[in-house]
């Protein structure tokens, strides 16, 4: 995994998970957390009950990047997201392809945007 990944912390293990999701829990954007399945497309919420479960499962050192728990209901491959919460606040996948998102991918992202501003003239 490369140095300038941007990964927030709060999705680095299942204790920053609940340590985040607590602290948010009463302001004005809780975070929130997924198990989705990318074949039938059921997704669940991970609420705090549900993610002091999984620490009492997996430890709070657990990190559900990469983790692909069988979905009960077809079989397909699940995957964690989590948002920070908020107006504007992407639902993160914690899959590989997420890891590609770096500061650079961004940033030439962002030059090739203001590029094609500056052809439309
Ligand atoms: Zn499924």
């Not at 602290?23 to 497309?41: D, I, T, V, W």
């Not at 999984?54 to 728990?69: C, D, E, F, M, T």
């Amino acid at each position: 995994m490369a140095r300038n990944v941007v990964i927030p912390r709060w999705s680095k293990n299942l204790g920053y998970m609940l340590a985040y999701a607590i602290r948010a829990h009463n302001g004005p954007y809780p975070a929130e957390f997924f198990l989705g399945c990318s074949k039938c497309q059921t997704r669940v919420t991970l609420t705090i009950e549900r993610l002091a479960e999984l620490i009492q499962a997996k430890g709070p050192l657990y990190s559900v990047w990469n983790r692909h728990p069988k979905c009960a209901r077809c079989g397909g491959k699940r995957y964690y997201s989590g948002s920070s919460g908020g107006p504007g606040a992407i639902v993160f996948p914690f899959t590989a392809d997420t890891q590609d998102v770096t500061v650079v991918s961004l940033h030439q992202r962002w030059k090739a945007e203001k590029q094609q501003e500056r052809t439309r003239g």
